[in-house]
């Protein structure tokens, strides 16, 4: 008669806590990330969850990533909901928007995002929600007053001035 073979089953075990701690740890690494299918970003692109809007745009402005608890975040997402709230659209949108805006600056002069989000809400202030210009237009004055060397607080009256026409001369709904 034939001795029966024994396994230790060592293997199957170490097999098994290997694919446990694999499955765990992808698990945690998606945990981490949000998954976005809007039109805010690319289909299927990973957005990291906890960090907002204005977290996201000053490191990308900064172009390293910012502790959580600098002051600069508390107005930057502050700012980021007011424009947001005032053009209805997503604040998601208002920091890409800001964000492009501050980089064609930037490419010709030093800019800070917060000024271009600043310029909207002042371009902007006082108007009827009915009246105001969509964001794109406005910080597209805004970058042109800046680029052709005007300060910040001109551009902003440039940004202004142009909000006022559009809204004058917008047709009547």
Do not use: C, W
């Not at 990308?60 to 424009?83: F, K, M, Y």
């Not at 709230?85 to 490419?107: E, M, P, Q």
């Amino acid at each position: 008669m034939m001795p029966r073979m024994r396994s230790s089953g060592a293997s199957h075990r170490a097999t098994l806590v290997g694919i446990a701690i694999l499955a765990a740890l992808a698990i945690l690494m998606f945990s981490l990330f949000d998954r976005r299918a809007s039109q805010d970003a690319p289909p299927g692109a990973l957005i990291e969850r906890g960090m907002s809007p204005g977290h996201r745009m000053l490191n990308a402005e900064a172009g390293r990533t910012l502790p959580a608890n600098s002051p600069r975040i508390q107005r930057a997402d502050a700012s980021i909901t007011r424009v947001s709230a005032r053009f209805g659209i997503s604040k998601d949108r208002v920091a890409d928007l800001a964000l492009s805006t501050r980089n064609a600056i930037a490419k010709a002069q030093p800019e800070d995002v917060l000024d271009v989000l600043d310029a909207a809400m002042f371009a902007t202030e006082g108007m009827a929600p009915a009246a105001i210009t969509p964001l794109p237009p406005v910080l597209a004055a805004y970058a042109q007053a800046r680029l052709n060397g005007a300060t910040v607080a001109d551009a902003r009256a440039v940004a202004r001035s142009f909000a006022e026409l559009a809204a004058n001369n917008r047709p009547p709904q």
